[in-house]
């Protein structure tokens, strides 16, 4: 079913989504893998919000709008779990790398759901982890595809990592193939990658 239309199915009332998602970034474990749990979880906030803000989404109503920034949340949290997955090849031994993607989805699923759908009933809080987790799965096969970050030669149909996402996002928003929400999502995240210092905190790790 995906995130987006379970979410619609349930009408889930997800109000003040940001601030709760910021106060469970505050949360994480002061250890190597708490921090990087902060850094992904903060930055794909961030990234939601520059993107909700810029194409200044309307639902019918404020739980569909809501709705839909919770699925780019997860789809952008997708991304970067893949991208760390790539870099924990490279610099990490086989079982660090699956020790610290297993607790690193762990952290994040958990204080995704456990954290905006605090007092749910806990079926249903189930339910939501097992979706937030069906969904990191299929992305993996979907990022798998994405030999390098951005295919220059076509940005838009392309197997560039970034341009997936932007086809992703974009498909959220009901708009698929949108060239200005593609390019834009791949600008946005091309400037976040800086900041977080993504291999710092992987290598840390070791």
């Given at each position: 079913?995906?995130?987006?239309?379970?979410?619609?199915?349930?009408?889930?009332?997800?109000?003040?989504?940001?601030?709760?998602?910021?106060?469970?970034?505050?949360?994480?474990?002061?250890?190597?893998?708490?921090?990087?749990?902060?850094?992904?979880?903060?930055?794909?906030?961030?990234?939601?919000?520059?993107?909700?803000?810029?194409?200044?989404?309307?639902?019918?109503?404020?739980?569909?709008?809501?709705?839909?920034?919770?699925?780019?949340?997860?789809?952008?949290?997708?991304?970067?779990?893949?991208?760390?997955?790539?870099?924990a090849f490279a610099?990490?031994?086989?079982?660090?790398?699956?020790?610290?993607?297993?607790e690193l989805v762990?952290?994040?699923?958990?204080?995704?759901?456990?954290?905006?759908?605090?007092?749910?009933?806990?079926?249903?809080?189930?339910?939501?982890?097992?979706?937030?987790?069906?969904?990191?799965?299929?992305?993996?096969?979907?990022?798998?595809?994405?030999?390098?970050?951005?295919?220059?030669?076509?940005?838009?149909?392309?197997?560039?990592?970034?341009?997936?996402?932007?086809?992703?996002?974009?498909?959220?928003?009901?708009?698929?193939?949108?060239?200005?929400?593609?390019?834009?999502?791949?600008?946005?995240?091309?400037?976040?990658?800086?900041?977080?210092?993504?291999?710092?905190?992987?290598?840390?790790?070791?």
């Amino acid at each position: 079913m995906g995130l987006f239309n379970f979410f619609k199915s349930k009408k889930a009332d997800v109000n003040n989504v940001k601030e709760i998602i910021e106060n469970a970034s505050s949360s994480a474990n002061e250890n190597s893998i708490g921090k990087l749990s902060q850094v992904i979880f903060q930055s794909s906030m961030k990234l939601t919000d520059k993107s909700y803000n810029l194409w200044k989404i309307k639902g019918t109503n404020k739980n569909e709008e809501q709705t839909i920034r919770f699925s780019m949340l997860a789809e952008i949290i997708y991304f970067y779990l893949g991208f760390t997955d790539r870099i924990a090849f490279a610099v990490l031994s086989k079982q660090k790398r699956n020790e610290l993607m297993n607790e690193l989805v762990s952290i994040l699923q958990f204080s995704v759901v456990e954290t905006i759908f605090n007092g749910w009933d806990e079926k249903l809080k189930d339910d939501l982890k097992k979706y937030f987790s069906e969904g990191y799965i299929e992305s993996q096969v979907r990022y798998s595809k994405g030999k390098e970050l951005i295919d220059k030669n076509e940005p838009f149909n392309g197997n560039g990592l970034l341009s997936i996402l932007g086809r992703q996002i974009a498909e959220i928003n009901e708009s698929s193939m949108n060239p200005e929400i593609i390019m834009k999502t791949i600008e946005l995240t091309s400037a976040s990658f800086n900041e977080m210092q993504l291999n710092k905190h992987i290598e840390n790790f070791r």
